[in-house]
């Protein structure tokens, strides 16, 4: 279903809990954002929780969106170039069970300047090595991060690895940076790439029977890495 004009403004707009303006658009099968300045940025809070999105991005510029719930969609990417900028005072982000799969993905996070409540939850980028320190040296504003407090003593091992200033990167942090870069170039609301010429990989959902066969192989499984691939791929249904 798409994020028409008439679904927007039929959409129920209630006072949550702590009081803020919440517009719900839940479990209506949107797989594009668009058409959200008919809003007129009225809502602290909009749930887009059960939805089918894949590009984080195409919002209107809303300076009173505070919360965003966006959970069990299928993001596996987000726009650089708008995000932050349309978003500037967004300070809750639950972004729990998706497809981001790579630290370079979580970079258009570090520009949102009052990002506090993050979750990432069920997300395949939660394997990754660094995942956690990353995610707190790019925001250091950041004060829960899938649920639990942000410590001093992560604060400072972020630093360590990563760099004092995002302006001093240690190679570390300088390698997922370049990886960013080479990641980012402009999409089209329901994220094709115009123009675009070069060869992707498409994900292939997998069958019951797949999903049983990658169980089996999960038992037998002996390193580390190839029990994060299963778990992963099990998670996402995805190969």
């Known amino acids: 279903?798409?994020?028409?004009?008439?679904?927007?403004?039929?959409?129920?707009?209630?006072?949550?809990?702590?009081?803020?303006?919440?517009?719900?658009?839940?479990?209506?099968?949107?797989?594009?954002?668009?058409?959200?300045?008919?809003?007129?940025?009225?809502?602290?809070?909009?749930?887009?929780?059960?939805?089918n999105i894949t590009v984080l991005g195409n919002f209107p510029q809303m300076t009173r969106l505070k919360t965003l719930l966006i959970s069990r969609n299928r993001i596996n990417s987000i726009n650089s170039s708008s995000f932050a900028k349309s978003l500037p005072n967004l300070e809750m982000l639950v972004l729990s069970?998706?497809?981001l799969a790579n630290l370079a993905d979580?970079?258009?996070?570090?520009?949102?300047?009052?990002?506090?409540?993050?979750?990432?939850?069920?997300?395949?980028v939660t394997y990754k090595d660094y995942y956690r320190l990353w995610v707190i040296w790019q925001n250091p504003h950041i004060r829960v991060l899938d649920f639990q407090k942000v410590k001093d003593a992560e604060r400072v091992r972020a630093k360590e690895l990563f760099g004092t200033s995002p302006d001093q990167p240690t190679e570390l942090a300088a390698q997922i940076l370049g990886s960013a870069r080479t990641r980012t170039f402009n999409v089209d609301a329901d994220g094709s790439v115009p123009g675009a010429?070069?060869?992707?990989?498409?994900?292939?959902?997998?069958?019951?029977k797949e999903k049983d066969a990658l169980r089996q192989q999960l038992k037998s499984a002996t390193s580390l890495a190839e029990i994060?691939?299963?778990?992963?791929?099990?998670?996402s249904g995805y190969y």
């Open 1 to 51: 279903m798409k994020l028409t004009p008439e679904l927007l403004l039929s959409a129920p707009s209630y006072i949550n809990a702590i009081s803020d303006r919440e517009l719900l658009l839940r479990g209506n099968n949107i797989p594009v954002i668009e058409n959200l300045g008919v809003t007129r940025d009225l809502n602290e809070s909009i749930d887009l929780t059960d939805n």
């Open 97 to 99: 069970n998706n497809h």
């Open 106 to 124: 979580l970079v258009p996070l570090s520009q949102l300047p009052n990002l506090a409540y993050l979750s990432l939850v069920d997300n395949p």
């Open 197 to 208: 010429t070069t060869t992707t990989t498409t994900r292939k959902e997998m069958t019951e």
């Open 228 to 235: 994060s691939r299963i778990e992963q791929s099990l998670k």
